[in-house]
């Protein structure tokens, strides 16, 4: 890791690295990212520095989504220029804000980073692991699909997240990620989210549906993150490029997304 100072960031005195999160989904328009930034901002709220690492490389968004302009991105990291300590970037203040948060951008528009090789995945994956002594929680939004790069990330993981929908093909996207992780021998079992659901009620549904086939199939259990019920002040706030609880502090979205990060801090 390079000499340069983490923005935010105290001496390295924690007794354990912080665990990485990989938020998955086997298919894309589930809100995966949009899902990703929230738990960071309620992860940051709840008093825990956290790292957000846009992990599609060739196709990535968070940046936008956020309406932040980093200075330096993975790109310039898998390019060799930089490390990846010297790509942070603060969002909302950075760690130790209300809500603030450090961001490694992915690089907008660039195809061609989809398709690097698997070690220089590795060699993120091994920077990830000398900056987790700095945060609480690292969470890795990965790109859409099961492509070998979105599958290297996942197992880097500590805990998978698993965002879905009740839509039968997020469904069974979602189930084949878990089926080629278990396949490739992946010690996991993941929590899954159900975003977009008509009520908390019929996500829970949703998930016990989805576990039991993971248990019948493959012996797996996954665990109930929680459902995010369907607000019409989600698009609203990623079209005007302002996180949610910053644009409409009391909506119901956001209210699930704060019993998502309880759960996980409990498991």
């Known amino acids: 890791m390079s000499g340069a100072a983490l923005p935010n960031t105290p001496p390295l005195s924690r007794t354990r690295a912080a665990p990485i999160f990989a938020v998955a989904s086997g298919k894309g328009g589930v809100g995966k990212t949009w899902l990703s930034t929230m738990l960071s901002i309620a992860f940051g709220r709840a008093g825990q520095r956290t790292l957000l690492v846009d992990c599609d490389l060739g196709l990535a968004n968070i940046d936008v989504q956020l309406g932040v302009r980093p200075t330096a991105d993975v790109h310039s990291v898998v390019r060799g220029f930089l490390e990846l300590d010297s790509a942070v970037t603060p969002v909302m203040g950075g760690p130790g804000r209300n809500g603030g948060f450090d961001l490694i951008a992915g690089h907008s528009g660039s195809g061609a980073l989809g398709a690097i090789k698997l070690e220089e995945v590795a060699r ?144």
């Open 124 to 267: 993120i994956a091994t920077g990830l692991t000398k900056l987790a002594p700095h945060y609480d929680r690292i969470i890795l939004d990965l790109a859409a699909g099961i492509d070998p790069n979105v599958l290297r990330f996942a197992r880097a993981a500590d805990r998978l997240i698993l965002v879905t929908t009740e839509e039968p093909t997020a469904l069974t996207d979602a189930y084949a990620m878990v089926k080629l992780l278990h396949l490739q021998g992946a010690k996991i079992e993941p929590w899954v989210i159900v975003n977009m659901a008509e009520s908390r009620s019929r996500g829970r549904r949703v998930f016990d549906q989805f576990a039991m086939a993971c248990n019948e199939y493959l012996g797996l259990k996954p665990k109930f993150a929680g459902a995010i019920c369907r607000d019409p002040k989600v698009p609203d706030s990623i079209r005007a490029q302002t996180p949610l609880p910053v644009r409409h502090p009391q909506s119901q979205a956001y209210e699930d997304v704060i019993r998502i990060v309880e759960a996980l801090n409990a498991g």
